[in-house]
């Protein structure tokens, strides 16, 4: 059954090489809805989402021959809404936030990492949702994506300190937010 699974995957690639709106359908209906929650998660805002979700299946269809068959296309296809995404806040502004690390060790030496783990993914989520834009991308980057903070500083053209930097303070961001959606009581246990 997964070798099925293959061969239409490969199918749809070869009719999205040759243009072929089947396929390129199919494509959009199997992405859409996991690409979309991408975009919305960098840009926190459905219709700047909204775009940059049609931008992304533009970039896909017209890049596609350079696909080439190395590696998962799942992959590949995110790697795509990660960087239209990127290129948006690029240019925005909305990456150029950074800090010294030595300004904030005390702030980062702090973070409880037990808070975090004891959230839902829809309340860590929303959490998120309310980071300033350049802590949320590095955040989503490290955190979600698996990015290092190496390659994060790559992408972002920051350094590789202030990436560390901003996904720290997003952590100790995200492990406030925790404690006041998890009351008094257990606030006063982190404490």
């Avoid at 931008?55 to 021959?65: A, P, V, W, Y």
């Avoid at 190395?70 to 990456?95: D, P």
């Avoid at 590095?138 to 994506?145: D, G, P, Q, T």
């Avoid at 300190?161 to 952590?171: E, G």
């Amino acid at each position: 059954m997964k070798e099925e699974k293959v061969t239409d995957e490969q199918e749809l690639i070869a009719g999205c090489k040759k243009g072929k709106p089947w396929a390129q359908r199919a494509v959009y209906d199997l992405y859409a809805p996991t690409m979309m929650s991408i975009c919305y998660r960098y840009v926190n805002d459905r219709e700047t989402a909204r775009d940059l979700l049609q931008d992304g299946f533009i970039r896909l269809f017209t890049k596609i021959d350079s696909y080439s068959g190395t590696g998962a296309f799942a992959g590949w296809v995110r790697r795509i809404f990660v960087t239209t995404s990127l290129e948006f806040l690029r240019q925005k502004n909305a990456l150029k936030q950074s800090s010294n690390i030595d300004d904030y060790n005390n702030y980062i030496e702090n973070v409880d990492e037990t808070v975090l783990q004891k959230i839902s993914a829809d309340d860590l989520m929303a959490c998120i949702s309310r980071l300033s834009d350049g802590y949320r991308t590095v955040f989503n980057l490290y955190a979600i994506e698996g990015y290092s903070h190496a390659e994060i500083a790559g992408m972002l053209n920051i350094t590789e300190v202030t990436s560390r930097t901003q996904y720290m303070r997003a952590r100790k961001i995200l492990q406030k937010e925790v404690l006041m959606l998890h009351g008094k009581e257990y606030a006063e246990q982190y404490k």
